[in-house]
């Protein structure tokens, strides 16, 4: 069963951190580019990050700088470190496999990812 599971969502301060994983069953995740999108309340869906199955990445310029992803193939997971967090990254984050690694084009093909639960990120003092 193809599957990916997203975690490490929470309660955060401005300027924390947190570090969401996206981890695969019933597949080789090192396989795939994998994606990490958000979704704030009453917006769309957008890319945040992606990484290839090389290890090539891009990031949303959001969170250039401040948002970092990386891939484990041993343990078959993408994590998302996030730094410097502010209150307009609060949204559900998502991860899925996109066919290539480019952010701005990423959520064009939002309808055709199997999404999972997501994790709910809240930036807020």
């Known amino acids: 069963h193809w599957q990916l599971v997203e975690s490490g969502g929470g309660l955060v301060q401005p300027g924390g951190s947190l570090r969401l994983s996206c981890a695969a069953s019933?597949?080789?995740?090192?396989?795939?580019?994998i994606g990490w999108f958000r979704q704030a309340p009453g917006k769309g869906r957008e890319g945040v990050s992606c990484i290839s199955s090389g290890s090539s990445t891009d990031y949303a310029d959001s969170v250039k700088g401040r948002f970092t992803i990386s891939r484990d193939n041993a343990k078959n997971t993408v994590y998302l470190q996030m730094n410097a967090l502010r209150p307009e990254d609060t949204a559900v984050y998502y991860c899925?496999?996109?066919?290539?690694?480019?952010?701005?084009?990423?959520?064009?093909?939002?309808?055709?990812?199997?999404w999972g639960q997501g994790t709910q990120v809240t930036v807020s003092s």
């Open positions: 899925a496999a996109p066919r290539e690694c480019i952010v701005a084009t990423m959520a064009d093909h939002n309808a055709d990812y199997a």
């Open positions: 019933g597949f080789t995740l090192d396989d795939y580019v």
